[in-house]
């Protein structure tokens, strides 16, 4: 499970600083993510987890909001569920040490960084995952794309599947 989930960071990763937006109306955006996001593992050199441990903490905005709260617990919770690795969950600030980070929603890294999903591009509820040199940022046009970006980086990393509250994959 671990060498599956570097791989599929990994896969992330490979494309250097990829972008990629998904539009929540675009029928073939799981085809076209796979087409542009997945690529070789092989020039990868991420680990995302590893041994039940890893070295990202999950970032929220100062001002996060219900959904993007949501988004990061359940990101911990299903992280920490398939491979055991506890993630930290922490308040964006301007002293924020130098690390690994997992940006859920509008963070001032975000903007920094450039993932500013616009409604043309995404419509209300798609998103951007970008992944920046050790950096993932995961963020909606709305905070329901954000919270859709977060199960959407659960099933790379994991083939997650949601059928019901009592049956998950």
Do not use: W
């Amino acid at each position: 499970l671990i060498l599956v989930t570097v791989m599929s960071l990994g896969l992330l990763a490979g494309c250097g600083n990829a972008a990629k937006t998904v539009n929540s109306s675009h029928a073939g955006h799981i085809e076209t993510l796979q087409k542009n996001v997945l690529t070789p593992v092989a020039d990868s050199q991420v680990v995302f987890l590893s041994e039940g441990a890893s070295e990202y903490q999950i970032v929220l905005p100062e001002a996060a909001d219900e959904n993007e709260q949501f988004a990061a617990g359940e990101l911990q919770y299903f992280i920490e569920q398939a491979s055991g690795a506890k993630l930290e969950i922490v308040t964006e600030s301007p002293d924020l040490a130098a690390g690994k980070y997992i940006f859920v929603g509008a963070t001032a890294a975000a903007e920094t960084a450039g993932v500013t999903p616009s409604y043309e591009q995404t419509m209300y509820n798609g998103f951007e995952m970008v992944f920046q040199d050790d950096d993932l940022y995961l963020r909606g046009y709305s905070s329901i794309g954000t919270r859709n970006s977060v199960y959407e980086f659960l099933d790379y990393l994991f083939d997650y599947d949601y059928y019901a509250p009592d049956e998950i994959y």
